[in-house]
């Protein structure tokens, strides 16, 4: 699957991206906010990611901006896990895109495509509660806080305080969402 919206393209990651994924994602402040990517973080820990088998109903997508003079790689969402039509929801950006609204538009294109080609009934999402700004991205894309429990952080070593939020899909769309439609392609 691929999507666009107005400055984002997401797409599938493959092989050859390994290089550029390395580099674009290896930041600490990046490795500290995620639970599964190991710091510091290699071009074999990369090409590890990249090469792992997609589900069914897994959506995974490397983050392309295209609102410069050429596509750029800025951070990567995805899907995975649909167990009894639960997802959960995961992703990143380099630091220098954040605070730009890039993730709110990421999520918002891989929800469309959650609520309208796969099938899903529900999508959970959970952050670091010492990285609230992930929170409100999450807040903005519709999600509701449903508990608190510590998680696994890998770069961390340790677990960390977090909370999970849910997004039932059956209950309708943000208006924000609902006025960002953009074109998906399997």
């Known amino acids: 699957m691929f999507a666009r919206t107005k400055r984002l393209t997401l797409r599938p990651g ?3 991206d390994a290089s550029l994924l390395a580099e674009t994602i290896a930041h600490e402040a990046v490795a ?14 990369a090409s590890a990611f990249l090469a792992v088998p997609r589900g069914a109903t897994d959506a995974r997508f490397l983050i392309m901006a295209h609102d410069g003079a050429c596509p750029r790689l800025i951070g990567g969402i995805g899907l995975d896990g649909a167990a009894g039509g639960i997802a959960q929801l995961g992703y990143w950006l380099t630091p220098a895109a954040w605070g730009r609204g890039y993730a709110t538009e990421a999520g918002r294109a891989v929800l469309d495509m959650a609520r309208h080609a796969l099938p899903l009934r ?8 010492d990285n609230p700004a992930s929170g409100r991205v ?3 894309l519709g999600f509701r806080e449903i508990r608190r ?6 770069a ?10 849910a ?4 209950m309708g769309e943000d208006a924000d969402a609902a006025t960002d439609r953009m074109p998906i392609a399997a």
């Open 14 to 16: 493959w092989p050859e």
């Open 32 to 45: 500290t906010n995620l639970a599964r990517v190991p710091w510091p973080y290699t071009i074999e820990d």
């Open 122 to 129: 529900r999508i959970e999402a959970r952050h670091h509660l």
């Open 138 to 140: 999450l807040r903005k």
């Open 149 to 154: 429990e510590p998680s696994f952080s890998l």
């Open 156 to 165: 961390r070593g340790h677990h960390v305080g977090s909370a999970v939020l």
């Open 167 to 170: 997004l039932d899909l059956a």
